[in-house]
């Protein structure tokens, strides 16, 4: 195992108010930087950039703290109020519409890396607008795969409203972890594998599609990897699971300080467990209290979720 190596994670923290089938849930503590953060620090030491206004208590900082999250980037604005989302899930969870979203203190966000981040070796960049990202990027040192790792989230509202930037970012970083939706809006194609090659001809040499609860697939120079979600009796908030499946990857591959095909593959099962943990609860309250243990556990039963036995070839 190579050396372990820091995360560095940039992009919003939120309060989130959630209409879910089994009630309403106001000022949970969310926002996708907040949920990757705390799944790459279970894995490895993970370091947050983001913005808050005044009414994010210290104790919630202090929280994310006590899992490991190094948050002297996290920079708090006097009279500010912190970034809200609001958002009301379908009966069965597989849908949810936004209800409301405030910028606040977000709007004027410009992420400032600490000096003692910049040598960060595995960057992931939030779902925050692509000249953000970019401008993140100028301001870490670049370390390629497999030594490093610059790996990037974005939604539709940039694929369609700020495409040239966003084609920048693409050129400048290792690997993109969208879901299907926006990797069909962002390359035009429908068909998901010939999406996959068109989104790589475009600069990330490694590309992740996200499925929901159905799971992911990797493309890369190695070929097309699939790993399943992990099936759950029950599902009580979906929220986050996709900024946590990206943290606990990214954690994942610093963990043993290499993004090689081979560790991004284990690193797949590392991000489908965690997701898991993040669905199981409101907010990021089942994600903030997941132990070692318990993620051995998962994993052991992942394993052999996808253990056929050996050789699946046909015998003479
Ligand atoms: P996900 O379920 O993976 O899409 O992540 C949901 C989290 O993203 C919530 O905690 C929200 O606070 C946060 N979020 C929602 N909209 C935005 C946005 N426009 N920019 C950044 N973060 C957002």
Not at 195 to 224: M, N, S, V, W
Not at 282 to 290: K, S, Y
Request: proline fraction near 5%; include cysteine; glycine fraction near 10%.
């Amino acid at each position: 195992m190579k050396s372990r190596e820091s995360v560095l994670v940039v992009g919003s923290i939120a309060f989130d108010d959630l209409e879910m089938p089994t009630g309403s849930f106001r000022d949970v503590v969310g926002g996708a930087a907040t949920y990757s953060s705390l799944a790459a620090s279970l894995l490895a030491p993970a370091r947050l950039v983001g913005i808050i206004g005044d009414d994010f208590a210290e104790s919630q900082l202090a929280t994310l703290r006590d899992r490991g999250v190094d948050t002297e980037g996290v920079e708090r604005v006097a009279g500010g109020k912190t970034f809200r989302w609001s958002g009301r899930y379908a009966p069965d969870l597989m849908s949810r519409v936004t209800l409301d979203t405030q910028l606040n203190v977000f709007a004027d966000f410009r992420p400032k890396i600490p000096a003692s981040y910049k040598g960060s070796r595995f960057v992931l960049l939030g779902n925050i607008h692509p000249a953000l990202q970019l401008d993140v990027l100028s301001q870490v040192e670049r370390h390629p795969p497999p030594h490093g790792l610059v790996a990037a989230d974005t939604m539709n509202f940039w694929i369609s409203g700020e495409p040239k930037l966003l084609a920048d970012v693409l050129r400048r970083i290792d690997l993109l972890v969208i879901n299907e939706e926006e990797a069909r809006e962002l390359s035009g194609i429908h068909n998901v594998a010939r999406a996959a090659a068109d989104i790589r001809a475009r600069g990330p040499k490694q590309l992740i599609i996200k499925r929901g609860e159905y799971g992911a697939l990797l493309f890369d120079d190695a070929g097309t990897f699939f790993c399943p979600g992990y099936p759950l009796e029950e599902v009580i908030d979906p929220t986050g699971a996709g900024d946590t499946f990206a943290g606990g990857l990214i954690g994942y591959a610093a963990r043993h300080g290499d993004a090689s095909p081979r560790t991004l593959r284990k690193a797949m099962f590392y991000a489908s467990a965690l997701g898991s943990f993040c669905v199981e609860d409101i907010g990021t309250r089942r994600l903030a209290a997941v132990g070692p243990s318990e993620l051995a556990a998962r994993i052991d039963a992942f394993s052999r979720l996808v253990d056929y036995g050996g050789s699946l070839a046909i015998t003479q």
